[in-house]
């Protein structure tokens, strides 16, 4: 059970033996990736301990300041798991989550006959809740598990990166352009493909370029979970996945490269992770 941050604090010096059993910037890494974390939350709420002395799995209560100025307590991996797709900067508040999407009344369905018995609120809600079956988009080509296509469902670029990157391999190396989806063997969600930044069908290597976006939101908690399901998926298809992962984000797979941004050096990396997976034999074919 989660405790408050002044006794956690006191069992970790008695178990440890120490008076700082966490160093200050011991877990900066770990919170790197999580900026709207890091400015919500404050040392003089929290017995002066700094967010870097707290380990992400501590089971722990801290006290928290969305961007509004509510105050809440939170575990670090409620925290953490709680960025998905780009929201407000207060997404985390409980109290701007309700503002934001109220909750509402249940409606109970009137009875025909007084005889009969009341149907309850929870079982209106469980009604409610029940998971729909998930229905595959029909739009997917009848190509072979592992085959690269051009998909109409695919997302346009999101990042103005993506951009320089593209063209940056097209100067390098010669290789197809025109595809952007790999067909998989299971659903993911609700597709049987993935749609990955770039896609080669020649060395059977998709790139992604990852960012934690405007708020930090992007690629972190759930996010991530998906990116893992998604790198799954492609091995799974026989393809090999490089993620370029900037804002401090982790490696998610061994080919993956932290960059700081991107440019000519990054760009040798690149290249250089490809040598590495298909060899450079086969790669070098392709340098214009």
Known sequence: MPERVQAWW??????KGLEVPYPLGAYRAA???FPALVRQYHPDLNDGIALSQVPPAADVLLLWQCDAGHRFAATPAEQRLRPGRERRRSAWCPDCSERANPTRAVALPLRDDVTKPAVSANAVLRARRAPRPQRLCGKTPDVTVGEAFVSVCAPKPASAVEGRVRADLRERLNLSEELNAVRVAR??????EVWPDFVFPELRIAVEYDSIGRHGLEHVGRREDADRRKDRALRGAGWEVVRLRTGRLEPLGPHDLQLASWNRAALDRLVEAFRGIRGSFLVDAYVR
């Not at 006191?10 to 178990?15: T, V």
């Open 10 to 15: 006191a069992r970790r010096q008695w178990s």
């Open 31 to 33: 919170w790197a990736a």
């Open 187 to 192: 659903p993911f969600f609700d597709h049987l």
